[in-house]
């Protein structure tokens, strides 16, 4: 049955580089970019911001969704090694957290958005808070996974592949 599976490339993956990231950056944007149009749309009370704000919010929940199945396969074959790890685990744990956190907002956002499309409760805002924290955690986890520890790059693949790493 293995041999069904297209033979991995020189970053340990069966396409041509990681997805995963490229996904992953549209979440971060979209996020980002939804808390930022909230609390403007707060301070504003203008309509249009928070039309804004609830579509980038729709699109980043949807995305991140699709950023997870590429991140679990990507990171079923990124080999880590000693602490990269444990930085894998919180970085997924963290993936699928921000995933529920994105659902409820995005859920909570379309029943508000029914009663008045230009107010949000105060207890949104300090979500939209926790949401963008989660997104910096993130970043910098997803970031010390590749710029330290190179998983899905080239010479670490093939240091693990030689057995120099482990």
């Not at 079923?76 to 685990?89: C, E, K, T, V, W």
């Not at 590749?146 to 790059?153: Q, R």
């Amino acid at each position: 049955m293995l041999e069904l599976l297209p033979p991995l490339n020189d970053k340990n993956l069966p396409w041509l580089d990681v997805i995963h990231p490229i996904v992953v950056h549209f979440v971060i944007a979209m996020a980002l970019i939804t808390v930022v149009f909230d609390v403007l749309g707060v301070v504003t009370r203008r309509r249009n911001l928070f039309e804004v704000s609830f579509w980038n919010l729709v699109v980043a929940t949807v995305a991140i969704f699709v950023a997870i199945i590429f991140g679990q396969i990507e990171a079923g074959l990124a080999m880590p090694y000693g602490a990269s790890r444990d930085i894998l685990n919180y970085h997924s744990t963290i993936g699928w957290s921000l995933a529920g956190v994105l659902g409820l907002l995005t859920g909570w956002r379309y029943v508000v958005r029914q009663k008045d499309p230009t107010a949000l409760p105060s207890g949104f805002l300090v979500i939209d808070g926790v949401l963008a924290t989660l997104v910096f955690c993130q970043v910098y986890l997803g970031d010390k996974l590749v710029w330290v520890y190179g998983l899905h790059t080239v010479p670490v693949v093939e240091a693990i592949r030689s057995g120099a790493v482990s």
